[in-house]
């Protein structure tokens, strides 16, 4: 059985000696490493540092509650397709993720949702219209929701999502009351910033993975659309330096 190269403490200590302000598990399903999630969040939570997880949210409401209870407080949860999707994962509870995402957001944490669209598999009306159906019901039209694009990779070999899809669901997902709708792998700032609800103005600018405009005002212990005052549900503070948003 392989070990880990870093014990959760020696993790953490060289997280805090590097003047990291938190950590992130991502790649493949890193719940995967369960015990190792936990001893590490608890870890982190005691030296002050956040701690998120990129997973697909597929696990018991037990295992949930342990994620929950170990410190993990940022939650990218990947959607993987719909009721009635008969291949590859015709056996999958697809409301499990829901579930959880809405559990999450009761106890606090902080969630958005990732729908991979791929081509020929969880594209179809059907499909995407229950997918936006349950995150509007259950976790409200405040969670962000990226829609992104898929790409052909390993053994899997279906052709890129076409564009005009995404933009289909995704004016489909404003059409149902989402406020916080992107479109992810095309790395065009368009489709990956933040616009108030109330003024339409660009509130959040990204590109490539970076903030590049900045324009929400904290008033209130909240922050707001520096333009109009509307209230921005975003958890963090925005580090110009190093244009990101540190999760807090």
């Known amino acids: 059985i392989s070990q880990p190269v870093f014990s959760p403490e020696k993790l953490v200590e060289l997280a805090v000696r590097e003047g990291d302000e938190g950590l992130s ?9 369960f015990d190792f999630l936990v001893d ?8 002050g540092l956040y701690f998120m997880l990129v997973t697909n949210g597929y696990f018991t409401e037990k295992a949930l509650d342990a994620l929950l209870r170990a410190g993990i407080d940022g939650w990218s949860i990947s959607i993987k397709g719909c009721k009635g999707m008969q291949k590859p994962l015709g056996n999958i509870d697809f409301y499990v993720p829901f ?3 809405k559990t999450i957001k009761e106890r606090g944490g902080y969630v958005e949702i990732v729908y991979l669209v791929v081509t020929n598999t969880n594209d179809y009306e059907d499909c995407y219209r229950w997918i936006i159906e349950k995150h509007v ?11 992104n694009r898929y790409f052909p990779a390993y ?3 279906k052709p890129p999502t076409p564009i005009s899809k995404l ?3 995704a004016e489909e997902a404003k059409k149902s009351g989402l406020r916080y709708v992107y479109v992810g792998n095309l790395h065009n700032p368009r489709y990956e910033t933040t616009y108030c609800p109330k003024c ?4 959040i600018v990204r590109n490539n993975y970076r903030v590049v405009d900045w324009k929400l005002e904290k008033r209130d212990n909240e922050w707001k659309c520096k333009y109009c005052g509307y209230p921005v549900p ?12 540190r999760l807090m």
């Open 25 to 33: 598990a991502s790649f493949n399903e890193p719940a995967v490493n």
């Open 99 to 101: 579930r959880n995402a």
């Open 137 to 147: 019901t259950l976790l409200g039209v405040d969670t962000p929701l990226h829609i």
């Open 200 to 203: 339409g103005r660009p509130v």
């Open 234 to 245: 975003i958890k963090g503070e925005y580090i110009p330096e190093k244009k990101w948003l």
């Open 155 to 157: 053994a899997w070999r």
């Open 167 to 169: 933009l289909e669901i």
């Open 40 to 47: 590490v969040a608890e870890h982190a939570s005691k030296r």
